[in-house]
Every structure is written in structure tokens, then in C-alpha cells.
């Protein structure tokens, strides 16, 4: 099984802020890494896929960069419907595993 | 519009069954691998198995192999879970949600999930 391990498990920030998410995967997935964003009590929301493309309908303050073991979300400047949980999931192989989860609270 | 609505959760004793149902509209049903995802309270997500579009693939976690059977039938547009053996930790938020090749297997649509209580 990859295993995702995403970095930090929490942070906190302020509107505005830049702020970035790490996720490393246990071996190379290539490009087949998905970012989400949850809001308490809701379901996910596809942010990003392979690695870097902006689901549709996604704002472009939102960005993914990496490829092969370590990827990166990038929030270029918080806004207040930004405060969720994020998560990253590997697709290249089953299991498909989800990171832990990154919560971004307000500072 | 695409929705998926998940029905059946509930309150279980250790070591009963339970089978989950999606119920899937607005989009070609049999196009799409379709996947469960499960969340225990307080938790991350977890990934639980997925099927593809003509029900000929098929993976599950390994914690869930052997007591957790996925299926789907494309003439009613639903997808089941069925869970057998069930623990403590099975305690969860079941989301079903629909994956496709061009998002990389990203999951574009979830349900608002259905809860299972495994409890004495």
C-alpha cells in the first residue's frame, strides 16, 4: 500500500496569508494525486487533480504543484471560505489512500 | 445535475451486517468507476473500495477484505455496499462518490453520506 503522509496536520492563518500544504507520498504515484477541501459536516470537494489541474469551478488563488513523491497545495492569499480540512489521495494504485489531513484554522 | 444519495446506515451490534445503497442520477451511470469512502467521527477520510463502470473490477482496503462486499447494478443506477463482521471501528460516515479517467480517478461528485453505529 502508498502510503500519504501530509504535512502539517494543522495550521493556523489569517486572510490574506499564502499558505501551503505538503504531501509525500510512500513511493512514486507520478502525477496521479488528487487534492479536496472539507467543510464540517460536508462532504469533499475536488479541488485539484493530477497533481496540478484546476478542477473546474475551482478559484485560481488555489494551485498544486509536484510530481513522483512530493506535491504542494498552495492557497496564493486565504479567503474566509477557506478555513476546511484538506486532504490528498493517491489514484495511481489501490488502495487508493487519502493523507491524514491538513485543518487550516483562523489565526 | 449529478446527485448521489446513500441510504441504509444505522445502529448495529458488534459482529452484524448492514448493506448501504447509492442511489445515482443525472449522469451515464455505467461510464463511471464508482467508489465508497469512509469517514469516523472526528477522523480523516479513508478509502474503502471501488468498482468499475461494468462491475469487473474491483478493490477493497485491505482492513475491509473478506467482510465488505461492493456492487452495483447499472439497470437501477445504484451501488451497494454490503458490510458483514462489522466492529467497533467500522463506526463511520460512508460517503459513495463517482471517479472518472479524466480527473485521474478523482472523486468530482460525493453523496452527503450515510452513518453506521457499531455499538452493544
Known amino acids: 500500500d502508498i502510503q500519504m503522509t501530509q504535512s502539517p496536520s494543522s495550521l493556523s492563518a489569517s486572510v490574506g496569508d499564502r499558505v501551503t500544504i505538503t504531501c509525500r507520498a510512500g513511493q512514486s504515484i507520478d502525477n496521479f494525486l488528487i487534492w479536496y477541501q472539507q467543510k464540517p459536516g460536508k462532504p469533499p470537494k475536488l479541488l485539484i487533480y493530477?497533481?496540478?489541474t484546476l478542477q473546474s469551478g475551482v478559484p485560481s488563488r488555489f494551485s498544486g504543484s509536484g510530481s513522483g513523491t512530493d506535491f504542494i497545495l498552495t492557497i496564493s492569499s486565504l479567503q474566509p471560505e477557506d478555513f476546511a480540512t484538506y486532504f490528498c489521495q493517491q489514484t495511481y494504485s489501490a488502495p487508493r489512500t487519502f493523507g491524514g489531513g491538513t485543518k487550516v484554522e483562523i489565526k | 445535475e449529478v446527485q448521489l444519495v446513500e441510504s441504509g446506515g444505522g445502529l448495529v451490534q458488534p459482529g452484524g451486517s448492514l448493506r448501504l445503497s447509492c442511489a445515482a442520477s443525472?449522469?451515464?451511470?455505467?461510464?463511471?468507476?464508482m467508489n465508497w469512502v469512509r469517514q469516523a467521527p472526528g477522523k480523516g477520510l479513508e478509502w474503502v473500495s471501488y468498482i468499475s463502470g461494468s462491475g469487473s473490477t474491483i478493490y477493497y482496503a485491505d482492513s475491509m477484505k473478506g467482510r465488505f462486499t461492493i456492487s452495483r447494478d447499472n439497470s437501477k443506477n445504484s451501488l451497494y455496499l454490503q458490510l458483514t463482521s462489522l466492529r467497533a471501528e467500522d463506526t463511520a460516515v460512508y460517503y459513495c462518490?463517482?471517479?472518472?479517467?479524466?480527473?485521474?480517478?478523482?472523486?468530482?461528485?460525493w453523496g452527503q453520506g450515510t452513518p453506521v453505529t457499531v455499538s452493544s
Open positions: 443525472g449522469f451515464t451511470f455505467s461510464n463511471y468507476e
Open positions: 493530477a497533481a496540478s
Open positions: 462518490s463517482r471517479a472518472y479517467s479524466t480527473t485521474w480517478y478523482g472523486l468530482d461528485y
